[in-house]
C-alpha cells in the first residue's frame, strides 16, 4: 500500500475517466456548443448587415468582415471545429482525467489510515466525493460554465480568477471539514461531527461565495440554450469524477485485499 502503487493506479483510472467523459461530452455538449456558435455568428453578422447598410461606402469591407467571422468556428479558424470537438476534446479530457487521477490518489494515499475505522478503499471513495463536491460541484454553482457566445474576453482574467480562488478556499475549508470530523468522531458521536463539519463547510463557502465578485454577461442569450450547455458541462464534470472515484476505489480495494492476503501468508508462515 505505498504510495506509488495508489499513484499508478490514479493514473489508469484517470485515464478511463477521460476516454468516457470524452464519449459523453461529444454525446451530450458538443451539440450545445454548436448552437451557441452558431448563435453568435448569427448575431454578429446581422450586425455587421445593418453597419453595411448604413455605411455604404464600407460594403465590401463589411462583407468580407462577416465572410471572415462566419468561419471563425469553422474549417479558416486556427484550429478548425471539427478538430476542436474531436482530436482537442479528447485530449483535454483525458489529460484533465490523468491529472485529476494523479492527485486524487496522493490524497488518497494520504488519507489512508488516517479517517478513522475507514478501510483504504473507504477512505478513497470519500476523497473522491469530497474532492468532487468541494472543486467541481461547489464551484460551479457559484461560477456555472457560459458557452462561447457569453462572455467579454476582457473580462476573462476576472472570471478565471474567481473561479480558481474559490474553488481553492472550497477544497481547503473541505479539507479542514474532514479533518475536523474525524478528530471529532474520536471523542464524540461520529454522526454528530459529520453532521457539524458539513453545515460548517456550507456556511463558509456560502458566505465566501456571497463576496466573491459577480461577472454577469448572459444579457439576452437565449435561456433555454444556456440551460442545455450548462446541464451538460455539470453532467461532463460528474461524468469524469464518478468513473474516476468508482475505479480508483475498486482498484484501491483491489490492492488492500492483495497485501492484507499476502501478510496473512506471512504470518501463516512464520508460525508455521
Known sequence: MTARAFLVRGLLAGLLAGLVTFAVAWTVGEPSVERAIALETSAETSAESTHTHSHDSEETAGAAATEEHSHSHGEDALVPRSVQSTVGLGLATVCAGLALGGL??????????????????????????????????????????NPPAV???????????????????????????????????RRHD?????????LGYLAVVVAVGAVMPTVDEVGDFPASTLWEFRTASLVTLATLWAV?????????GALHRQASGAAARRELAAGL
Open 190 to 198: 461520529a454522526f454528530a461531527a459529520v453532521v457539524a463539519c458539513t
Open 104 to 145: 486524487v490518489a496522493i490524497a488518497a494515499a494520504a488519507a489512508a489510515g488516517r479517517t478513522g475505522s475507514l478501510t483504504p478503499a473507504q477512505s478513497t471513495a470519500v476523497v473522491s466525493l469530497v474532492g468532487f463536491v468541494a472543486f467541481a460541484l461547489v464551484p460551479f454553482w457559484r461560477y456555472p460554465a
Open 244 to 252: 474516476l472515484g468508482t475505479a480508483l476505489t475498486g482498484a484501491v
Open 151 to 185: 462572455g467579454s474576453g476582457d473580462t476573462i482574467g476576472i472570471r478565471t480568477a474567481g473561479y480558481f480562488g474559490f474553488a481553492g478556499i472550497s477544497l481547503v475549508a473541505a479539507v479542514a471539514a474532514v479533518v475536523l470530523a474525524v478528530r471529532l468522531a
